[in-house]
T-cell receptor
Framework: GAVVSQHPSRVICKSGTSVKIECRSLDFQATTMFWYRQFPKQSLMLMATSNEGSKATYEQGVEKDKFLINHASLTLSTLTVTSAHPEDSSFYIC?????????????FGPGTRLTVL | GENVEQHPSTLSVQEGDSAVIKCTYSDSASNYFPWYKQELGKRPQLIIDIRSNVGEKKDQRIAVTLNKTAKHFSLHITETQPEDSAVYFCAAYSNYQLIWGAGTKLIIKP
């Protein structure tokens, strides 16, 4: 199946700093990428949908100025958590939809564990 | 919008027995229903999916059934093994995105 990478896999930062997470589709083009957040023992929560070349669509309750998303190419989307605080500590997972394949299936990255001290 | 409910939240079965996880959805326009398995700290992995024009699909020990009229779909795992222990999520595709169930923690007792 299609491969999605995510970097970094784990990051620990001080409160107030910004953290950038990269999501790459390695062997396919992804016109749409999704960013999820998952707290312990909970389901995946969709934060935003990222479309190549256009502004991301954020879910209700997700601050677009705090979670900056850039999808500048068909293989790369980035999520920047600005001025991170301890409550932002979570598991962030991206997924990508293959533009050429089945319209529905999403391929997930390995996730990024963010810990804000 | 779409709402997906998943039951049970925790399921404990004896190794070798079968496990069944059920989900219901609300949007009759949903047409794709994947099931994901997620191990602790790892990404969700697609284990099986079904489209709305099919009533049942099977892949070795795993099967999924879909009842469009009742708007529910179920995951069936037979001959459970220790490596089946994980959290399982159902999802429904609606309005260009996946709507997720809350997850079921499956525990396989030796």
């Amino acid at each position: 199946g299609a491969v999605v990478s995510q970097h970094p896999s784990r990051v620990i930062c001080k409160s107030g700093t910004s953290v950038k997470i990269e999501c790459r589709s390695l062997d396919f083009q992804a016109t749409t990428m999704f960013w999820y957040r998952q707290f312990p023992k909970q389901s995946l929560m969709l934060m935003a949908t990222s479309n190549e070349g256009s502004k991301a669509t954020y879910e209700q309750g997700v601050e677009k100025d705090k979670f900056l998303i850039n999808h500048a190419s068909l293989t790369l989307s980035t999520l920047t958590v600005t001025s991170a605080h301890p409550e932002d500590s979570s598991f962030y997972i991206c997924s990508a939809r293959d533009a050429s394949g089945g319209v529905n299936e999403q391929f997930f990255g390995p996730g990024t564990r963010l810990t804000v001290l | 919008g779409e709402n997906v409910e998943q039951h049970p939240s925790t399921l404990s079965v004896q190794e070798g027995d079968s496990a069944v996880i059920k989900c219901t959805y609300s949007d009759s326009a949903s047409n794709y229903f994947p099931w994901y398995k997620q191990e602790l700290g790892k990404r969700p992995q697609l284990i099986i999916d079904i489209r709305s024009n099919v009533g049942e699909k099977k892949d070795q020990r795993i099967a999924v059934t879909l009842n469009k009229t009742a708007k529910h779909f179920s995951l069936h795992i037979t001959e459970t093994q220790p490596e089946d222990s994980a959290v399982y999520f159902c999802a429904a595709y609606s309005n260009y995105q996946l709507i997720w169930g809350a997850g079921t923690k499956l525990i396989i007792k030796p």
